[in-house]
């Protein structure tokens, strides 16, 4: 994906998030969505021990102590909070946390998450996301609707070994919206240029059409 | 190093500290990515050449941030971690069957390490109550009709932290993300040693503003502050 395809993204996720949310943001395409919340009142959480995270730093204003979950240098809003990664996790555990924005390498369509493991390739281990997954109000995955080989990421029954299971409530890819309902999949919203027949055969679970399908620039 | 009166007998040398650190102990080290992870005692260990360590920290770093090099260059035998996901020497290794890795889910890891430095038995957790590697081999503990794993506690012999402050007691204050899983270890280890940016006289620092009590700190050093550079630079 393009930077363009990433960001239009990023930015149709930042609609979910309102003024009073408590946020995490997974790294990746997550964290581009504050560029697309100018002036919002949102506090954004972080595992490592920050509730509160603002805008990045300018380049020579970095503060190697004050850092996001992924390492990179932030500042914080006024309000913001330290704490040690326990007292995080009791915020992620106690369902204190609206929304987390999570990637994804497949998602079924029950919801089920899985974002950490691809076996014989990669073993980075689940980190954080887990209880985030498990935990969190609402889960938003955010990727790209086909892997490299152009197989679908959305698929009836995850072969990959599960984050979490039925924990999704929104995914967003470069081609559509669906959510994820009682009854399966609900396609929502087409991303221009693709169409519903083209965002049907790229996904390996049975879509259902909102009849209020809209399409998005 | 310091013109505060050693009180307690708690301020040593980083060499003396590093003498109590030898092959085979089981070590927990604060930070996160390598952020709040003591430099100058892990510069002094990889340089004393200490081997087959067990390692239990929140991450595996950077391979050359934290306790990267310790895992990159073979040091350690097991780690007990979250991911190893941003040091891609420790998934080559893991590969190669040169370490040994206990893969927790961050949130269970930390609340092990706060049981085993609380004294608890183990602690009831439903993150992957149901998950398949997860939930494999551990006791399951139904409380109120909802099903529970049974996490086992933590502990090492030796803990080490790093804080921004301390005083002669070991009383420690920590930087601001640098806190992370500081105040959790500090609290784990059979013995801690705290690395810190400055050490205060007895009384300067505010009761109220004590993160990790000083009973829970057995040594104290002085950090030369960090000797790596950060990803992001």
């Given at each position: 994906m393009d930077l363009g395809v990433r960001e239009r993204i990023a930015k149709r996720a930042a609609q979910e998030l309102i003024d009073g949310m408590i946020v995490n943001l997974g790294i990746g395409i997550p964290s581009l969505i504050p560029n697309f919340l100018r002036n919002r009142r949102i506090l954004f959480q972080a595992e490592n021990g920050v509730l509160g995270i603002g805008k990045s730093p300018a380049k020579g204003e970095e503060d190697a102590n004050l850092c996001n979950a992924a390492g990179y240098p932030v500042t914080v809003v006024s309000g913001a909070s330290y704490f040690d990664s326990a007292t995080a996790f009791a915020m992620i555990r106690k369902g204190l946390i609206d929304v987390t924005v999570l990637g994804g390498l497949q998602v079924s369509e029950q919801g089920d998450l899985a974002n950490w493991l691809v076996p014989g390739?990669?073993?980075p281990g689940v980190g954080g996301g887990m209880e985030l997954a498990q935990k969190t109000k609402k889960v938003i995955v955010v990727m790209s609707?086909?892997?490299?080989?152009?197989?679908?990421?959305?698929?009836?029954?995850?072969s990959l070994p599960l984050?979490?299971?039925?924990?999704?409530d929104l995914i967003i890819t470069d081609r559509a919206v669906m959510e994820v309902t009682d009854e399966g999949l609900l396609l929502t919203e087409i991303m221009v240029p693709y169409d519903v027949k083209d965002v049907i055969s790229h996904t390996a679970a049975p879509l259902r059409i909102s009849n209020m399908l809209k399409c998005i620039e | 190093m310091t013109k505060v009166r050693n009180e307690y007998g708690k301020i040593i040398s980083i060499e003396q500290a590093v003498e109590k650190i030898t092959d085979g102990c089981s070590l927990m080290v604060g930070g996160f990515g390598g952020v709040g992870s003591p430099p100058s005692l892990l510069q002094a260990i990889f340089d004393k050449g200490v081997q087959q360590l067990t390692l239990i920290c929140n991450d595996t770093a950077f391979p050359h941030i934290g306790v990267g090099p310790l895992v990159s260059q073979g040091r350690v035998k097991k780690a007990i971690v979250?991911?190893?996901?941003?040091?891609p020497i420790a998934g080559k290794r893991l590969h190669e069957g040169t370490l040994e890795v206990e893969f927790c889910p961050q949130g269970v890891l930390v609340e092990r390490i706060r049981a085993g430095g609380a004294g608890l038995g183990g602690i009831l957790v439903?993150?992957?109550?149901?998950?398949e590697w997860l939930a494999k081999g551990k006791q399951t503990i139904e409380v109120d009709g909802k099903r529970f794993l049974l996490e086992l506690p933590l502990t090492a012999d030796i803990s080490l932290v790093y804080a921004k402050k301390a005083d002669p007691f070991g009383n420690l204050i920590y930087d601001k993300s640098a806190r992370n899983t500081n105040p959790l270890v500090a609290m784990a280890g059979v013995m801690t040693i705290a690395e810190v940016e400055e050490i205060v006289p007895l009384g300067e620092l505010d009761p109220e503003e004590?993160?990790?009590?000083?009973?829970?700190?057995h040594y104290i050093v002085q950090s030369y502050g960090v000797n790596w550079k950060w990803i992001w630079e």
């Open positions: 390739k990669r073993v609707h086909v892997n490299k080989d152009g197989e679908p990421k959305i698929v009836s029954t995850c984050t979490a299971s039925r924990c999704v | 979250s991911h190893i996901g941003s040091n439903d993150i992957g109550v149901n998950h004590i993160v990790t009590p000083g009973v829970f700190v």
